[in-house]
């Protein structure tokens, strides 16, 4: 049973830091592939950053690059985002997911099969 619990989300004023924490616990040891996602009030669910679980390998949204970091513990199996300058238009429900099909580079959802409940980030 994979078990994807994302924490750490909250009310910041714009320029902020806040510090998205996703125990993954089930999850296939063919997994390879961790990401974090994101959707607005009345938008899609889109890409926010994903990392290869082998070798680290690291990708982000445009709308994101410089400011929000992805990060592993490996061996105790937890995703970590990193979100620092925070502006109003990332304000939105904070998920992360994991995908044995790929998926990883492109940030493409369709190849993550197992997400968690998320977790509201909301900046003002």
């Known amino acids: 049973h994979v078990q994807l619990v994302e924490s750490g989300g909250g009310s910041v004023q714009a320029g902020g830091t806040l510090r998205l924490t996703c125990p993954a616990s089930?999850?296939?040891?063919?997994?390879?592939?961790m990401g974090w996602f994101r959707q607005a009030p009345g938008k899609e669910r889109e890409g926010v950053a994903a990392?290869?679980?082998?070798?680290?390998?690291?990708f982000y949204a445009d709308s994101v690059k410089g400011r929000f970091t992805i990060s592993q513990d490996t061996p105790n199996n937890i995703l970590y985002l990193q979100l620092t300058a925070l502006k109003p238009e990332d304000t939105g429900m904070y998920f992360c997911?994991?995908?044995?099909?790929?998926?990883?580079?492109?940030?493409?959802?369709?190849?993550?099969?197992?997400w968690g409940q998320g977790t509201q980030v909301t900046v003002s």
């Open positions: 990392i290869y679980t082998r070798g680290g390998s690291t």
């Open positions: 089930g999850v296939p040891q063919s997994s390879h592939c």
């Open positions: 997911a994991a995908s044995t099909r790929g998926g990883c580079s492109a940030l493409t959802q369709v190849y993550f099969q197992h």
